[in-house]
């Protein structure tokens, strides 16, 4: 796939009305390359999930493939917009100029793993094309650079660990799902080792790019780490070279934020539950957080 090294310029006009699907209660309504994208959602509560549904196409006029219409069939697709985990929605949010690219996206892959979706020029559409549209679309609907490299990094690795719908074979769908999990359980663990070895924890192996060193200069060499060694793991990705790496140094560069907020979501939850379930504890406990707090600054200022 040659394509994907060329840049892409946004032009807003690849997206226009997809009009709607034939069914039973009504007839088709044709797109219209003339008239703007419509996003009409329907909010649907399924299995204690809010998802949406789309009233009407979206069409998009891909460089290679020619027109999409999405979703195929508008009475069964559902949606959650743009799909990205609540831990992670601060750096790319559920709704935005990239809404439309990521509703595309949604439709190419419905129902997952079907490898049926066929462009209205006859191009089978494979879950790694639906990536790279989904990466050309939100240029075209006018997404920063840098946030569609990591919604397309991201998807471009779930399909890694996924496998479904790539029409690979059984080989070259596990070696890109043993790369890309490798690569995210290194950083992970050499994320540990790095913050150990800063807080100068006793018996822990050191880095070597961080080693016995001064605080100051043991974090620069954490931080160059960070980098360099998740763009070295990227070389194992193969034409995925380019996701491994931005995937890698964002994973490594903001594993303790993630941790962080881990750990803050995990609490509220857990309050919310409380909350539901016991609610006098919560008021008790509530309350005596609120005194031993009172206590605390009073006895500050003294």
């Known amino acids: 796939m040659r394509w994907e090294l060329q840049p892409v310029t946004r032009q807003a006009h690849r997206f226009y009305d997809g009009g709607l699907d034939a069914d039973d209660?009504?007839?088709?309504?044709?797109?219209d390359p003339a008239a703007p994208p419509q996003i009409v959602l329907r909010?649907?509560?399924?299995?204690?999930?809010?998802?949406?549904?789309?009233?009407?196409?979206?069409?998009?006029?891909?460089?290679?493939?020619?027109?999409?219409?999405v979703p195929r069939v508008t009475g069964t697709?559902?949606?959650?917009?743009?799909?990205?985990?609540?831990?992670?929605?601060w750096l790319v949010p559920k709704t935005g100029l990239h809404l439309p690219a990521t509703l595309l996206h949604d439709g190419l892959i419905h129902p997952p793993g079907d490898v049926t979706y066929v462009s209205t020029d006859g191009h089978i559409v494979l879950r790694p094309?639906?990536?790279?549209?989904?990466r050309d679309a939100m240029a075209d609907a006018g997404t920063a650079l840098l946030r569609?490299?990591?919604?397309?990094?991201?998807?471009?690795?779930?399909?890694?660990?996924?496998?479904?719908?790539t029409g690979w074979s059984r080989g070259q769908?596990?070696?890109?799902?043993?790369?890309?999990?490798?690569?995210?359980?290194?950083?992970?663990?050499?994320?540990?080792?790095?913050?150990l070895d800063l807080a100068d924890v006793a018996d822990a192996p050191?880095?070597?790019?961080?080693?016995?060193?001064?605080?100051?200069?043991?974090?620069?060499?954490?931080l160059a780490g960070a980098v360099v060694v998740p763009l070295v793991l990227a070389l194992f990705w193969g034409r995925f070279r380019r996701a491994g790496a931005v995937v890698g140094v964002t994973l490594a560069v903001l594993l303790h934020v993630t941790a962080a907020l881990?750990?803050?979501?995990?609490?509220?939850?857990?309050?919310?539950w409380l909350t539901a379930k016991v609610p006098r504890l919560m008021l008790a406990l509530t309350c005596l957080g609120i005194v031993v707090a009172l206590v605390v600054f009073l006895s500050l200022l003294g």
């Open 173 to 195: 769908a596990l070696r890109y799902r043993v790369v890309a999990a490798s690569t995210l359980l290194a950083i992970g663990v050499l994320g540990v080792l790095a913050t």
């Open 148 to 165: 569609r490299w990591l919604v397309w990094s991201a998807v471009t690795t779930a399909t890694m660990l996924s496998g479904a719908g």
């Open 262 to 272: 881990l750990l803050l979501t995990l609490l509220y939850r857990l309050l919310e």
């Open 129 to 134: 094309e639906a990536d790279r549209v989904l």
């Open 43 to 69: 909010r649907v509560a399924e299995g204690g999930h809010e998802r949406f549904a789309m009233q009407r196409r979206i069409a998009y006029a891909d460089r290679h493939l020619g027109e999409l219409l």
């Open 77 to 89: 697709f559902r949606t959650d917009l743009t799909s990205v985990p609540a831990l992670f929605t």
């Open 25 to 31: 209660s009504r007839p088709g309504i044709p797109p």
């Open 206 to 222: 050191e880095l070597p790019w961080m080693g016995d060193r001064g605080w100051l200069a043991e974090l620069v060499g954490g």
